[in-house]
């Protein structure tokens, strides 16, 4: 919260709205805290979300990524010291991808 620098609010999700503001590149979500009367519903705020990772899973720049015609690969530096390329199904996060 900008009126409040450096302090932090623990909250758990309740809802999301899985709609994208476009105008805003936001989503408007609800969550639930103790904020001891300094937060209030309809505040704008910038929040960060702890999500558990896939211990499988591997996270490249986006940049990292080859589109061709068999659909998008990566570059793999092989045990042997020979780069291949591997198909990849990914996910796109903007900057990064899985």
Do not use: E, H, W
Not at 59 to 83: C, E, F, S, W, Y
């Amino acid at each position: 919260m900008p009126q409040y620098p450096g302090q932090k609010f623990d909250a758990t999700l309740v809802t999301l709205s899985n709609a994208m503001i476009q105008a805003t590149r936001s989503m408007q979500v609800s969550c639930s805290g103790q904020f001891g009367r300094k937060l209030y519903g309809g505040a704008y705020c910038r929040v960060d979300f702890q999500v558990p990772g896939d211990p499988n899973m591997v996270r490249l720049p986006a940049t990292a990524l080859m589109p061709a015609n068999r659909g998008t690969q990566v570059a793999i530096l092989g045990g042997d010291g020979k780069v291949a390329l591997r198909r990849s199904s990914s996910t796109d996060f903007g900057d990064t991808s899985r």
